[in-house]
């Protein structure tokens, strides 16, 4: 059993404004909740390049990554759309946030019983084919599950999306494609105004209410579990989104540590079942710095197969 944590050093430096709360803080909380909780000894931890230019055009339209590449400044700050910045050194940060996904990838499909957490910004999971929204460039998760499909010769991969916002990104880039499943969870009606009805077959969209609880959660997605293992993916990349936390105030939803600890556990057990314990996940939302970093030390001991519940606040 390894939990390896893939990083970027420039998603550190990042940054378009102290107001902004897409932020290089993010990062640093988790890193700190990851000593205090004693993870950062038990896990492994890999820095990570530039995702090779060509690998992005496995998601995206390739002149969109042209226009991407040729608006990033030298200087100052510029705006792809009213949410999402680029500094001198956010294309950087893009690149490696998205070639963490690709090098977890080749890392956990090297032996069993792997999984790999990249602990990245910017995120992706807003990320159209061919269009940048609310904090995303390049879309991580589809990224990594199409260079899975592809370079390591794949049928069938799960994409698993739990966030406050629906991943409209993911479900443009995947409807219709059967060797992807997603499964995605999200308040609704909420930013960005997608996500029910899904858009094909091989979709599970689970809208949930505002205000809605871990115990609404949880019985509103039990039924991804079966599907999955009768999916029987080969890999299972999550987009791992915590603002749906009781104390992040970009959304709606009342979940605790607990309820993403049990999740993570679930889909370890799927992992088992189907894909001798493969999984990629790789850090969406999150914006309470504390609940973020409580959250992902429980994600991560998820993934490790603890499914004991801890009384998280």
């Not at 989104?241 to 999740?263: P, S, T």
Request: proline share 4%; hydrophobic share 40%.
């Amino acid at each position: 059993m390894t939990v390896r944590i893939f990083r970027g050093k420039d998603c550190l430096n990042h940054d378009v404004g102290h107001q902004h709360p897409e932020c290089p803080d993010r990062l640093y909380a988790i890193d700190d909740q990851l000593l205090s909780s004693g993870l950062e000894m038990t896990c492994e931890h890999q820095d990570v390049g530039p995702c090779p230019r060509e690998y992005l055009a496995l998601a995206h339209d390739p002149y969109y990554v042209d226009g991407i590449f040729e608006q990033a400044p030298k200087s100052g700050l510029i705006w792809v759309d009213d949410d999402t910045g680029m500094t001198p050194i956010t294309l950087s940060a893009a690149l490696q946030s998205a070639g963490a996904g690709v090098e977890a990838v080749d890392w956990v499909m090297a032996g069993e019983d792997r999984q790999g957490f990249c602990a990245v910004r910017p995120p992706g999971h807003h990320a159209e084919y061919a269009s940048a929204m609310g904090f995303c460039l390049f879309n991580n998760v589809v990224v990594a599950a199409r260079y899975a499909l592809k370079h390591h010769s794949l049928s069938r991969v799960a994409i698993v999306d739990f966030d406050v916002h629906h991943g409209n990104g993911t479900e443009n880039i995947v409807a219709g494609d059967k060797q992807i499943m997603l499964c995605s969870s999200f308040q609704h009606p909420f930013y960005p105004h997608t996500g029910a009805p899904v858009s094909a077959s091989n979709i599970l969209g689970v809208p949930l209410d505002a205000g809605a609880t871990g115990e609404a959660f949880r019985e509103k997605v039990s039924h991804w579990f079966a599907v999955l293992k009768n999916y029987a993916p080969e890999l299972i990349l999550i987009s791992a989104g915590f603002d749906g936390h009781a104390e992040d105030h970009m959304g709606h939803l009342r979940l605790k540590e607990d309820d993403y600890k049990w999740i993570s556990a679930q889909l370890r057990n799927v992992a088992d079942s189907c894909c001798h314990g493969r999984i990629v996940s790789t850090l969406e939302g999150g914006y309470n710095h504390s609940a973020l970093a409580r959250s992902v030390v429980a994600h991560i001991k998820g993934l490790q197969g603890d499914s004991q519940e801890t009384g998280g606040a």
